[in-house]
């Protein structure tokens, strides 16, 4: 059976930080470029971040570049998200999603995804 499981979604203070992960199983996440999404209440799920497959091309969105880390671990089958000075603005569902990859330094955050995590929630609040 196919899942991708995240976890490490909270509560935290404005200025705190969290680290999200996000681990495949019964798929092989090195053939996967990787992508991080979010959606806040009301509004459209956005992408926030993505990496390659072998962890060589990166992309930010804008409002979380210097403050967000994207890296992925694929023996271990997994995906980081290093989330530091959290603002009110990142609270949201975040998800992981893999797009099948054959180009190891591609990743495209406005691609479709094959498969999607059930999202883990960021509360940022004081």
């Known amino acids: 059976q196919l899942q991708f499981v995240e976890s490490g979604g909270g509560l935290v203070q404005p200025g705190g930080s969290l680290r999200l992960s996000c681990a495949a199983s019964g798929f092989t996440l090195e053939y996967y470029a990787i992508g991080w999404f979010r959606q806040a209440p009301g509004k459209e799920r956005e992408g926030v971040s993505c990496?390659?497959?072998?962890?060589?091309?990166?992309y930010y969105k804008d409002s979380v570049k210097g403050r967000f880390t994207i890296s992925r671990d694929n023996a271990k089958n997994t995906v980081f998200l290093q989330m530091n000075s959290l603002k009110h603005e990142d609270t949201a569902v975040y998800y992981c999603a893999a797009d099948y990859q054959p180009i190891p330094t591609m990743c495209d955050i406005s691609q479709g995804y094959d498969y999607w995590g059930q999202g883990t929630q960021v509360t940022v609040s004081s």
């Open positions: 990496i390659s497959r072998r962890g060589g091309k990166t």
